[in-house]
């Protein structure tokens, strides 16, 4: 029997899925704590070294993702600054990045400051439509070739100057790769080969850069952000179901939601690869996490008005520090789902609302199926579960419009990263774990 291994290097926890890709049979999961003080593959021996001594066959294939060390930071610097902020959050979007910094117009000196400041893993280059002015792109491929920032930089501005842009980069030995332009004309965005540059400088730059392991290995192992991955398996998923679909997924260092949402009226008509761009969204909130950014959670439900338990925020603070902290009681493990709860909520208020000034909120109120993600969640109790996802669906105080009658599920296997990963090469046995995910609905 083939076997497939996918494996999510999690910035607190490592997960493995074993699965049949001519069936998408789950034959064995597997999970532990990240190994980032060590090696990071470390973690993943173990795994392997588990399933050897279940009795399983050594797989045929590994397919991983990861976000351990913190995911793919992503810098934009472009022209004008809501059309810039778009491009970036589109491109942010579709290559699993998480946008932490936007510039627009000729950097300056505070620019540059600034910039660097956002601690980027990779700059995104962006400015004009083709064949328009090249200024401003020019200008500010001068600034970033002089500045003390070592990321790789994707260049996807006007394509008439691409050639001037890489010669500046070029001649102070930065690491550059020049695609498509994201802005080939007005009111056109299109992120396809900006993604695919930024995928392929995390897989070869931004993975080895963080020095998690020694050797190649991990480097060759991993193909993709797991943002990247999930964004991909809630695709899948929501062409295997009936209705729109929200994905919650709170973990440690990050609680990320997921829409893929069925075009309404007019855009119904329209094709299917000109649409789905737009009904397709993640938001990435790296200020609400259960250990590294635990204490954003309780600063971000005060901020809106949620109701904080007593002792919450001396529970976050502790888990912040102690990242690798499990509940040792009761108490705790309240504490732990009260934190899920609030980030949950949080989360998806932020993705719920509009995107940009001027912009819609996101319309969710057709929302058929809630999957709930994250280890929180899947060592809790199905109850617990239940109550945490069911915050989310009843939020009437939020100013978004909540699903009417969502069943929720929570993917208590963790095979959402594990359907991304087999999408393209095991198209079966995708359809097949998807189902799995929302086959313990409520």
Not at 176 to 197: C, H, M, S, W, Y
Not at 235 to 256: K, P
Not at 336 to 349: F, I, P, Q, T, Y
Not at 395 to 411: I, Q, S
Request: hydrophobic letters at 45%; a negative charge; one cysteine or more.
């Amino acid at each position: 029997m083939a076997r497939v291994l996918c494996v999510d290097f999690g910035s607190t926890f490592t997960k493995a899925a074993l699965v049949d890709p001519a069936t998408g049979d789950v034959l064995a999961t597997r999970e532990v704590p990240t190994t980032i003080g060590t090696d990071v593959l470390d973690g993943y021996r173990g795994i392997r070294a588990s399933l050897d001594a279940a009795g399983a066959s050594a797989p045929e294939q590994v397919l991983a993702c990861s976000s351990a060390g913190g995911g793919l930071r992503l810098a934009v610097v472009g022209y004008e600054r809501e059309v810039t902020a778009q491009a970036g959050w589109r491109v942010g979007l579709s290559a699993g990045a998480k946008v932490v910094h936007i510039a627009s117009g000729r950097l300056s000196g505070p620019d540059v400051h600034e910039l660097r400041a956002a601690r980027p893993d990779i700059v995104l280059l962006v400015g004009g439509t083709d064949g328009g002015n090249a200024d401003v792109l020019l200008h500010n491929a001068e600034r970033l070739a002089h500045m003390r920032v070592t990321a790789p930089i994707v260049v996807a501005g006007n394509a008439d100057a691409a050639g001037e842009v890489a010669a500046v980069l070029e001649s102070t030995g930065r690491r550059f790769e020049v695609t498509d332009n994201v802005l080939p004309q007005i009111g056109v965005i299109a992120p396809k080969g900006a993604r695919a540059a930024i995928r392929a400088a995390f897989l070869h730059h931004v993975i080895g850069g963080k020095h998690l392991s020694r050797g190649t290995e991990f480097v060759d192992m991993v193909q993709a952000p797991t943002p990247d991955a999930v964004l991909a398996g809630v695709q899948v998923l929501a062409d295997s179901v009936e209705g729109d679909v929200l994905v919650v997924d709170v973990g440690g260092a990050t609680t990320d939601v997921y829409s893929a949402l069925q075009p309404q009226g007019e855009d119904a008509g329209l094709a299917k690869d000109v649409v789905a761009p737009l009904w397709q969204s993640r938001t990435v909130e790296a200020d609400l996490g259960m250990r590294w950014s635990a204490e954003g959670v309780v600063e971000a439900a005060q901020r809106e008005a949620l109701p904080v338990s007593d002792g919450l925020q001396a529970y976050a603070a502790r888990v912040s520090r102690e990242v690798a902290h499990l509940p040792a009681d009761p108490v705790e493990q309240a504490l732990d789902l009260e934190l899920a709860r609030l980030a949950a909520v949080v989360a998806v208020r932020r993705h719920a609302r509009p995107a940009s000034p001027g912009a819609s909120p996101r319309p969710l109120a057709d929302v058929a199926h809630v999957i709930g993600s994250g280890g929180v969640l899947r060592h809790a109790a199905e109850a617990d579960q239940r109550a945490v996802l069911h915050a989310v669906t009843g939020d009437h105080a939020g100013g978004w419009r909540v699903p009417r009658g969502a069943r929720v599920a929570t993917d208590t296997a963790y095979l959402l990263f594990a359907v991304g990963l087999l999408a393209d090469e095991h198209p079966g046995a995708a359809r097949a774990l998807a189902a799995r995910v929302v086959g313990a609905e409520s």
